[in-house]
């Protein structure tokens, strides 16, 4: 504890790139997040103020400043414009904890946007982290910019991959100069291809991890139109070992002749948690060949999969691997075509093979499915999930069958659906029944065009959070004071950024009073 404590003292990564006096006075925000602070929101939530002081703030933009003080005078309600100024800028309040560039001196950014209480850079995490300010990211060269946190993480994300293409959480780049965080819950792994923990922090392979690269990259490229950057520095190699990865991982268990194929990926924990390592020795259950759909051992729980054909990941791969063909386009003609054949035939996939018929629901689509003819019919809160399907663009809300898989999402007919007097929505494996996901309740606000649905949902939030005025991991739905995770900043983002997209959509919405 007293090494750990010291490191983040003396090789605080502002070090390096800025130099922000005071920083070594600042409270570690994983404790922080675990107290109450004054002056609590003036509605009948009281909710604690959240933001660390100005000095101790990792990264500010003054287009994310701007936005606070204008939704100050569209959100009426105390307690729900309390929770936006808490969680909106978490992300970059409290986890860009290193900037700089790589080799310390190129013109290569580099951007490690840590999860929040556990300092590792998730593919998955980080581009999300980023994307809740994806509507103010315009061009801009400073490095000081909103720009150039999305291109820092690029470029890291490309190296991640390209290194280590079947891991999802990261190390601290060498340049700078932070520690590799010991991961413990590891230790026992036993992984092929094989790593180093110096940087990896955990190897579980999940489609939806190199999935989330291609969001990032076209997230940045939609707003910037800035396709030359993606010819500079790695962005062009990382997305060739994305396409050997899937492509690799299309085969399934058997080959035509009855030997079972090498699976390129194998991982084995020593666990008491099922849902913390692979049957069959490390390579999971049986999956056939020829859906077109990609494998994929975990889900983005970080829970393996029971069926390794997992459809929301597929949907998030398909989707913004087409879209980032036309990135590619301008620098290799060739390369831009696989990629829009590869996310065809996963949708071609998906569209055949992840629809099943559900006696109350009529057609919907499945959660996972073998190939074989088993599928498994539940949500995870989770994003990529079923519910967050048209926020993926993949689909339209409107669309019929995503309809019906809503409806049978958000119902008791999911397994990992649960209710109380406190909060509904879904939950997961991942901590078990009897807690919801905040996460999954903004999901369901994200993808939902009814008022009295946003406002009961809103409702549910801003009284959850147990006074703490956070989003928290999950909720006893019975008990708002029994909660997971006090600082998970993807999901204070993703609330931010569904608050902020009701000013469009539905400002009449915002000038709701909970009091
Ligand atoms: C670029 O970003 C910097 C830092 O956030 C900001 O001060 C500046 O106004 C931005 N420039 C433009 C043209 O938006
Ligand atoms: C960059 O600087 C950091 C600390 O200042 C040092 O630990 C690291 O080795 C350097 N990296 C390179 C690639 O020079
Ligand atoms: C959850 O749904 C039940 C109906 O199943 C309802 O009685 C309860 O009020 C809901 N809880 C919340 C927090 O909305």
């Not at 939530?45 to 936005?67: D, G, H, W």
Request: charged fraction near 20%; proline fraction near 5%.
């Amino acid at each position: 504890m007293m090494m750990r404590f010291w490191t983040l003292l003396l090789s605080s990564p502002a070090a390096t790139s800025y130099a922000i006096s005071g920083r070594a006075a600042c409270p570690s925000y994983s404790q922080y997040a675990t107290q109450i602070h004054q002056p609590l929101s003036a509605g009948k939530y009281q909710l604690s103020s959240m933001r660390p002081e100005q000095t101790c703030r990792k990264f500010t933009v003054p287009e994310v400043e701007n936005a606070i003080d204008d939704m100050k005078s569209l959100v009426k309600d105390p307690d729900l414009f309390r929770l936006f100024e808490n969680t909106f800028p978490n992300t970059l309040d409290t986890t860009i904890s290193w900037k700089g560039f790589a080799n310390n001196g190129t013109e290569e950014e580099l951007t490690f946007v840590t999860t929040g209480d556990i300092i590792a850079m998730w593919l998955r995490d980080s581009a999300n982290q980023l994307r809740s300010y994806k509507s103010f990211l315009k061009t801009n060269t400073s490095t000081d910019s909103l720009a150039s946190l999305f291109r820092g993480a690029i470029n890291l994300q490309a190296r991640y991959i390209i290194q280590n293409p079947y891991c999802n959480a990261f190390q601290a780049p060498p340049e700078s100069g932070l520690p590799p965080e010991h991961n413990s819950a590891s230790d026992t792994d036993v992984v092929t291809p094989k790593y180093s923990s110096d940087f990896v922090f955990e190897c579980k392979y999940e489609l939806d991890s190199i999935s989330a690269f291609l969001q990032l990259s076209w997230d940045y490229y939609e707003k910037t139109q800035d396709a030359k950057f993606f010819g500079k520095f790695k962005w062009i190699e990382a997305v060739k070992t994305i396409l050997d990865v899937a492509d690799s991982l299309l085969v399934g268990t058997y080959a035509d002749d009855g030997s079972v194929n090498t699976s390129p990926y194998t991982f084995q924990r020593t666990t008491t948690r099922v849902t913390e390592t692979l049957s069959n020795d490390g390579i999971g259950n049986p999956v056939k060949s020829g859906t077109g759909l990609v494998r994929s051992a975990f889900r983005p729980s970080d829970d393996s999969t029971i069926y390794q054909l997992f459809i929301p990941a597929n949907m998030q791969f398909s989707s913004y691997l087409g879209k980032c063909a036309d990135i590619m386009r301008i620098h290799d003609g060739d390369l831009a075509k696989k990629m829009s054949k590869f996310a065809k035939s996963v949708r071609d996939g998906i569209n055949k093979y992840g629809k099943v018929k559900h006696a109350t629901f009529g057609e919907i689509y499945a959660f996972e499915i073998d190939g074989f003819g088993s599928s498994n019919l539940m949500d995870d809160a989770n994003v990529p999930s079923l519910l967050s399907a048209p926020i993926l663009d993949f689909l339209d809300a409107s669309d019929k069958t995503y309809q019906n898989t809503r409806k049978f999402v958000l119902s008791t007919w999911n397994p990992y659906y649960m209710h109380g007097p406190v909060i509904n929505g879904t939950g997961g494996p991942h901590v078990g029944p009897g807690k919801a996901w905040p996460m999954s309740v903004i999901t369901a606000l994200l993808t939902s065009n009814d008022d009295s649905e946003i406002v009961a949902g809103l409702h549910t939030l801003i009284s959850s959070t147990a006074g703490f005025g956070l989003i928290h991991e999950s909720v006893d739905t019975f008990d708002a004071s029994k909660w997971t995770r006090q600082w998970f900043s993807w999901a204070n983002g993703l609330f931010g950024e569904m608050l902020l997209g009701l000013k469009d959509r539905k400002p009449d919405v915002l000038a709701t009073s909970f009091q």
